[in-house]
């Protein structure tokens, strides 16, 4: 009995532990983040103020290391990244009311008017600007030029814990673009309640990448889902968060018919079944009575009580969208569909010309290093 209660002693110590060492991890980050804006804003402040160019800063970097020696994080480099990362968030302060700039003596001046500088790190601190971590922030400054879009990829960062990899991968895949600038055809908000179909809305992607799918010049669309299903984690990470996977080939009986479901998945923020049917071909009009057709059966027989709608995904390798939209019109079962890309297979006359994976892994393992400061 003692040895048990000492387990749940030890367990709750070692928990409480883990977790003041995440805080721990995230207040330190957040004060570096804080430090790097205050310093961009009395380079941005000075160099408007005084006319000064871009050789400043090499004169700063130099400056700090000969004032601290073996500080990182002060690089010229690193230095310009903090004055960009004060000019790029000025549109979002402008529009959302972030956080104040620290362009003013007061402001940055613990000395000065310590209400008001305590006052302005709080608001920093609860703003989307310090919820990531300064090798995000380069990454955003690097690749992403619209603020809007830089504050989505900053709430996406914090909200699902993307890593530098992960983030750098939706990037390129133009994950915002696909998910929010996207013009989607689906019946969701004249077949789901505003809640539900805001956020149904939200989740649909057009077109869906699997890049790690190769696609033959005459594409199956058996093969396809084998080699989904096969890298099960990289589809659930392009269908998005909230994805739990329930089969494939879903086997449905209907009176003395047998069907397959493609794919079949349960969303767990929606709270309902999502059946998915595979295309490698244009849509068709016949499609949208197939998968309604689906998501009927799955509403009978494996929806529960407390439990939303079912909701249909048809991804085809392309579709007329007036079509599409037409199809669509006056079923009842919330349905989507998106076009999907893959990649394309390599042809073996060029196979051995190109080089390895492990070759790629090795000179990028050789060839890059983080930023300073992360």
Request: aromatic share 10%.
């Amino acid at each position: 009995m003692i040895d048990t209660r000492y387990a749940q002693f030890l367990q709750q110590v070692k928990q409480q532990i883990q977790h003041s060492q995440v805080k721990v991890v995230l207040a330190a980050s957040q004060q570096l983040l804080i430090s790097y804006w205050q310093i961009g804003g009395l380079i941005l402040k000075y160099q408007q103020e005084e006319g000064w160019g871009a050789k400043v800063i090499d004169r700063l970097a130099g400056e700090i290391r000969h004032a601290f020696p073996g500080m990182s994080g002060f690089s010229a480099r690193n230095l310009g990244y903090m004055k960009r990362f004060v000019e790029a968030s000025m549109p979002l302060i402008l529009q959302q009311g972030v956080a104040k700039l620290p362009l003013d003596e007061a402001s940055t001046s613990d000395a000065n008017l310590p209400e008001q500088n305590k006052d302005w790190e709080s608001r920093f601190l609860s703003s989307p600007l310090a919820q990531i971590s300064w090798s995000h922030h380069v990454i955003l400054l690097d690749k992403v030029k619209e603020p809007l879009e830089r504050l989505w990829y900053m709430e996406q960062t914090n909200r699902y814990g993307w890593g530098r990899n992960t983030l750098r991968h939706q990037i390129d895949l133009k994950l915002y673009h696909r998910q929010v600038k996207a013009r989607k055809v689906n019946n969701f908000t004249q077949t789901l309640p505003p809640p539900q179909s805001d956020l149904a809305q939200q989740l649909l992607k057009d077109p869906y990448i699997f890049d790690f799918v190769t696609a033959s010049a005459q594409a199956h669309e058996r093969d396809i889902e084998n080699q989904l299903v096969s890298h099960v984690t990289k589809f659930l990470l392009e269908l998005g968060q909230g994805f739990a996977f329930v089969g494939r080939q879903y086997p449905l009986k209907v009176g003395d018919s047998e069907f397959a479901i493609d794919l079949l998945f349960y969303h767990i923020r929606l709270r309902c079944y999502v059946v998915i049917e595979l295309k490698a071909r244009d849509f068709e009009p016949g499609d949208a009575g197939q998968i309604n057709f689906y998501v009927n059966v799955i509403n009978d027989h494996l929806r529960v009580e407390g439990e939303n709608p079912t909701i249909g995904l048809l991804l085809c390798k392309g579709k007329n969208d007036t079509l599409a939209k037409y199809a669509l019109s006056g079923i009842n079962n919330p349905l989507g569909v998106a076009d999907y890309q893959l990649t394309k297979a390599v042809p073996d006359n060029l196979k051995s010309q190109l080089p390895t994976i492990e070759s790629i892994e090795q000179e990028f393992a050789e060839g890059t290093g983080d930023h300073e400061g992360e």
